[in-house]
């Protein structure tokens, strides 16, 4: 569980959502958490649509007998410095009157319930980790938040409209926190990285802004010898 000592205010919280975006790229994350970069294309435009009808599919907080859903919850972690929404957290009831490491009480209701967070993706699931470590910081904002352990979670990837439980053990516990670490390093020094060209690029909505293939010293004479020819022959 992450430990209780308070090492951020309010004010230095950081949006959970950019450790995927660090995970993923690390100049991805500064052009959009340290130069307010942004730029939205089709994978982005959806899959903000699908966010917004995973948090508008039914009432903010909803019962199914032993199963409670509560969609768009406010996350926040004062211990790595982070402050988001889940899509969804389900607490699923248990056994027993009382609480466990692993359980809590809600309001209002019998039994003690285990919080569960699930996170929706677009897509399908990535080589890396970015959506595990998205996950496991909502996790570890859960547990500071209700003082609970949440050992387990979920992906729910639309192309394959399937789940893909997540362990969240001790090894990708350290990944989250490396990288939440690592982003308020980027951001308190206001550094972003330099670009490398990657099959990855492609897909990403800060092309034309980050420029892969103009910072890549292999590629930087040709590209300026392209730019020259364009100006010659009156394409510029």
Request: net charge positive.
């Amino acid at each position: 569980m992450t430990g209780s000592t308070v090492r951020f205010s309010e004010k230095e919280l950081l949006p959970l959502s950019g450790l995927q975006h660090l995970v993923f790229c690390e100049r991805q994350a500064a052009l959009i958490h340290v130069e307010q970069l942004w730029r939205d294309n089709a994978l982005t435009i959806d899959g903000s649509h699908r966010h917004a009808r995973v948090h508008d599919a039914g009432p903010r907080r909803e019962r199914r007998g032993d199963l409670v859903i509560v969609r768009g919850l406010a996350l926040r972690s004062l211990a790595l410095g982070l402050s988001g929404r889940a899509d969804v957290v389900e607490f699923h009831r248990r056994g027993g009157s009382t609480p466990s490491t692993t359980t809590i009480t809600l309001t209002g209701l019998p039994g003690c319930w285990s919080p569960y967070p699930v996170e929706y993706k677009r897509g399908k699931p990535k080589a890396d980790r970015c959506d595990e470590v998205q996950l496991c910081a909502q996790a570890l904002c859960i547990e500071e938040m209700l003082s609970c352990e949440v050992p387990e979670g979920a992906l729910f990837y639309g192309r394959e409209q399937r789940r893909c439980t997540v362990s969240l053990d001790t090894e990708l516990r350290r990944l989250t926190k490396t990288t939440a670490a690592r982003l308020h390093e980027l951001v308190g020094n206001c550094e972003t990285p330099r670009a490398h060209k990657q099959k990855k690029c492609r897909k990403c909505s800060l092309l034309e802004v980050c420029m892969p293939e103009a910072m890549t010293r292999r590629s930087a004479s040709g590209y300026l010898r392209r730019i020259v020819d364009d100006i010659d022959s009156g394409g510029v």
